[in-house]
Nanobody, 121 residues
Framework: VQLQASGGGLVQAGGSLRLSCAAS????????RGWFRQAPGKEREFVAV????????YYADSVKGRFTISRDSAVNTVYLRMNSLKPEDTAVYYC???????????????WGQGTQVTVSS
């Protein structure tokens, strides 16, 4: 079981990036999928989550209106489109999967490895 995140990089403030999280080993078709991030010296925090059907999404207040989470079940992949990036969005972004991700506790069953996003001012 593996969640492979990709798409991170260096971008100027105001720019955009799209992160991808491909799953292998199982389909996660019955699981919600999400993104978290961890900035240097800070705890890991929730960013966005999408239901197994794709019909329900939740976002952290700090990214609402700028980030969009989506999923393509045909390729077992979840995306995070990030627009209007700010220096404070700089972090390692982790994808996750879990049956309870939609709950306020946001507790994943599986974690992927991270991908670095750096936003320069």
């Amino acid at each position: 079981v593996q969640l492979q995140a990709s798409g991170g990089g260096l971008v100027q403030a105001g720019g955009s990036l799209r992160l991808s999280c491909a799953a292998s080993g199982r389909t996660f078709s019955s699981s919600a999928r999400g993104w978290f991030r961890q900035a240097p010296g800070k705890e890991r925090e929730f960013v966005a989550v999408i239901s197994r059907s794709g019909g329900t999404t939740y976002y952290a207040d700090s990214v609402k209106g700028r980030f969009t989470i989506s999923r393509d079940s045909a390729v077992n992949t979840v995306y995070l489109r990030m627009n209007s990036l700010k220096p404070e969005d700089t972090a390692v972004y982790y994808c996750a999967a879990g049956r309870n991700l939609l709950l306020p506790t946001r507790q994943p069953d599986y974690w992927g490895q991270g991908t670095q996003v750096t936003v320069s001012s």
